[in-house]
């Protein structure tokens, strides 16, 4: 069975969008997956200074107390 023109061009055109969508999901799940890595890396991040920052102020706290009882 032979192929008319616009029968190849439709397969083409079909082709490509075939191509262009799985392409274009593929970058959105890629850039989704980066995304999440970061606000997990971030919400790390942020809870160990404020971690840090409760243990020098804690710290802080007690050398004051420290000093007022001298």
């Known amino acids: 069975m032979a192929l008319t023109p616009s ?4 397969l083409g055109w079909a082709g490509l969008i075939a191509v262009g969508l799985s ?3 593929w ?3 890629s850039v989704s997956q ?3 890595v970061l606000m ?3 919400a790390r991040i942020v809870e160990q200074a404020r971690r840090e920052g ?3 102020f804690r710290r802080r706290s007690s050398e004051r107390k420290a000093n007022s009882v001298t």
């Open 23 to 25: 392409s274009f999901i």
């Open 54 to 56: 409760e243990e020098e």
């Open 27 to 29: 970058a959105r799940d």
């Open 34 to 36: 980066n995304r999440r």
């Open 40 to 42: 997990e890396t971030r």
């Open 7 to 10: 029968t190849k061009i439709a």
